[in-house]
């Protein structure tokens, strides 16, 4: 580790969260200087942090209406309840997610309908037909650490059987399908503002879509009370007729994370350029080991690679928590879907009861597999970095297997 200090690593270089450019600051303080912290404190959209963040997404977005809520969980949550979802209802939803995406099911007192998925993260196709019945109406589907699955496949399935697709975009905003922002498939969108996101806001989340009746719906429960809607850039003659027919919640984004959030749309690009470039560095050196397996790519897909997932195949449970563990002694942000707590894990949401289904496929694909986040500061000596340490893993793992087996 010395060698690589005099080299300018610093192990906290791994866990940098993206920053808040100067004008978010500015901004920010300017908004707390005034006390207008909430999004309705000003009596025009084109005043309110909060609706021109709304407006700025939808347009990087080229859909019609967006929402900001206090985060990706309440933004998912809003759009199964305003798409139709109530107790009792069955919900699609990948078997590889984070674990709040089925825990925002089972709150609305709906049943989550575990999907299997592919080796490569994707949602399983043919598993997703097998599935579809005249009880699942809605497929909440995950693009999981930014990985986009078959979106021409999925949005034919549900024209044909006509599901009602839900968008889980936390971890691919800005990722495209043939050109087409991810998000924009579906009924409804739902976006991340949470800190280890693209943008950081520290929390805060959107739900975009091209839906009148959706957008309407989600308004009024979000928490716009009163007349409160005409503080929104959206216009439709459906907020007098659902006036006073929803209930209302405090789902609201305040001004001050707008502010910090905005300014960074304009920086997606940027990033994701820079996240490819990291990516097929990684990917390029920790293949030539011959020991590492990265998930296929995708011609149709644009990611902005965030994080890498990769396979250490032959390595059993033990083998891989030992590995995982060698790489955190050296300061790198690892996971591995093995451990016992890790919240990405389907077999670890004991909350699911006697609903906890039987996924081999997916258990197969994830229980052999490394995460670990990527910061857009990282240079070059910081990649070669992963690259050693991870060599050196696999090297003190297999020398305690030949230890074992003498």
Not at 155 to 180: P, S, Y
Request: charged share 25%.
């Amino acid at each position: 580790m010395n060698d690589w200090k005099d080299r300018g690593i610093d192990p906290a270089d791994f866990t940098h969260l993206e920053p808040i450019p100067p004008e978010g600051v500015e901004r920010a303080v300017v908004i707390m200087q005034t006390g207008k912290l909430f999004r309705y404190s000003d009596s025009q959209p084109e005043d309110s942090e909060v609706a021109l963040l709304e407006r700025d997404l939808a347009e990087y977005l080229g859909v019609r209406h967006a929402l900001a809520v206090n985060s990706c969980s309440t933004a998912i949550e809003l759009a199964l309840l305003a798409c139709g979802v109530v107790p009792g209802s069955k919900v699609l939803v990948p078997g590889f997610t984070f674990t709040a995406v089925p825990s925002v099911i089972v709150m609305l007192r709906a049943t989550p309908v575990l999907v299997e998925c592919t080796e490569d993260y994707r949602l399983d196709i043919d598993d997703l037909r097998r599935k579809i019945t005249p009880e699942t109406r809605v497929l909440l589907l995950s693009h999981m650490r930014g990985h986009i699955s078959e979106m021409d496949a999925i949005a034919q399935l549900c024209a044909v059987h006509g599901i009602t697709l839900i968008e889980d975009a936390a971890h691919a905003l800005g990722a495209r399908w043939r050109g087409q922002q991810i998000g924009s498939f579906g009924e409804a969108g739902c976006f991340s503002f949470q800190s280890n996101k693209v943008i950081n806001a520290g929390e805060g989340g959107i739900l975009t879509t091209d839906d009148d009746e959706i957008i309407v719906k989600a308004t009024y429960l979000s928490g716009a009370y009163e007349l409160n809607y005409m503080k929104h850039v959206t216009r439709s003659p459906l907020f007098e007729e659902f006036a006073d027919r929803l209930p209302v919640r405090n789902a609201r984004m305040s001004n001050l994370t707008a502010a910090v959030a905005r300014p960074q749309i304009g920086l997606l690009e940027e990033k994701g350029q820079r996240f490819r470039q990291m990516y097929t560095c990684l990917k390029r050196e920790l293949i030539a080991t011959n020991r590492i397996e990265f998930p296929q790519e995708y011609p149709q897909e644009t990611r902005i690679p965030d994080s890498i997932q990769f396979k250490v195949p032959g390595y059993d449970a033990v083998q891989m928590q030992t590995f995982i563990e060698r790489v955190r002694e050296s300061g790198l942000p690892i996971a591995g879907f093995v451990e016992r707590h890790n919240a990405r894990a389907f077999y670890n949401w004991r909350y699911l009861g006697e609903d906890m289904p039987n996924l081999p496929r997916t258990r197969k694909a994830i229980e052999n597999t490394c995460d670990m986040r990527l910061s857009s500061r990282l240079q070059e000596v910081h990649l070669a970095y992963i690259v050693a340490v991870v060599r050196s893993a696999l090297h003190h793992v297999d020398a305690m297997q030949r230890i074992a087996a003498t």
